[in-house]
């Protein structure tokens, strides 16, 4: 039999068939893709085949063959870095959500969260999450960022998730696709697919107002088919992004706006960082290109991690 996985607790795959009908799968032994390592070998959105197995009164699927992958989305885990996690694989298009507190979402995550989509080919849309509960300084920086991004070429749209401004616009760009929510902890996502889909109620929860800090309400990546002819990915809020497996020559591709310019560069595999005349760092100066961008990249560049903003999604040492 075939179908889509639909969830992915780890252990347990829900995999849905072309007629509709949903099976708990399990993987048998050890399971391997060329050329991945990572800590699931399974994601939510692989096609697979299974055979049914009865066993008394049970019947589950033993899942025997992963379907090769359009595209995925990889991740490294901060604290483990050399685990790799497979956050969903065969999407149409990504939704960042983003908010500026509760929880800060910093430009060094967004950048290498946008680094990760454009190495394997995922158009990336950023929601600017909570604008009901912006200031008017805070409403100016997600202007200030929602402008600079635009200005790469991404769709970035202000979004209530709770008054519901601006969700048909999402929707619009939902319909006949398959999409993924991500973002960190307390952002939104899951509220979001309520406000597309009420009759999903999704878990929710309220952010402690100590900590400012998301509790993983999500806890395992789930997949939902919705009535306007969408499936959404809501997934649980990540931390850290580590980009897995770049080589340093390779990271300004995925910086759009240097990858235009770096044919300008004197040297041809110019790095932008210690090189004379380099038509990336010129721009730097002249305000064409944006420091917060920079400065990520060369975090990237020198495999450094990621810099928070503040500290709360780092663990406490
Ligand atoms: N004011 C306001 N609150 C929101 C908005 N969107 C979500 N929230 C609140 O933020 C909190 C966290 O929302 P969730 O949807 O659980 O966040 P999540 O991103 O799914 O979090 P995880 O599942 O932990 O990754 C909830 O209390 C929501 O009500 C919004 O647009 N405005
Ligand atoms: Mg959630
Ligand atoms: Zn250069």
Known sequence: MQGVVYKSTGSWYTVKTAEGSFYECRIKGKFRIKGIKSTNPVSVGDHV?????????????????????????????VNLSKQTHIIAANLDQVFLMITLNNPPTST?????????????????????????????????????????????????????????????????LMVGKTSMFSGHSGVGKSTLVNALEPKLDLKTKKISVQHAQGQHTTTFAEMYDLDFDARIIDTPGIKGFGIVDMEKEEI????????????????????HIE???????????????AWSRYRSYVQMV????????????????
Do not use: M, W
Request: overall charge negative; some cysteine; proline content about 2%.
């Open 108 to 172: 060094s995550f967004i950048d290498r969260f946008l680094v990760t989509a454009e190495a394997y080919h995922i158009p990336t849309i950023l929601l600017f999450n909570k604008i009901d509960t912006y200031n008017e300084e805070e409403t100016d920086e997600i202007k200030y960022l929602a402008a600079l991004y635009r200005s790469i070429g991404y769709t970035c749209i202000g979004i209530s998730s709770t008054t519901g401004k601006n969700i048909d616009k999402v929707k619009e």
């Open 49 to 77: 085949t299974f055979e049914v197995e009865t066993i008394g009164d049970e019947t589950i699927g033993i899942i025997s063959a992963i379907a090769d992958r359009r595209n995925y989305i990889i991740r490294k885990s």
């Open 302 to 317: 020198n495999g450094e991690e990621e810099n928070y903003r503040t500290d709360i999604y780092g663990e406490k040492k």
């Open 252 to 271: 300004g591709n995925y910086f759009p706006e240097f990858f235009a310019l770096k044919q300008h560069c004197k040297f041809n595999n110019c790095l």
């Open 275 to 289: 090189e004379p005349n380099c038509a990336i760092k010129e721009a730097l100066d002249n305000d064409e290109v």
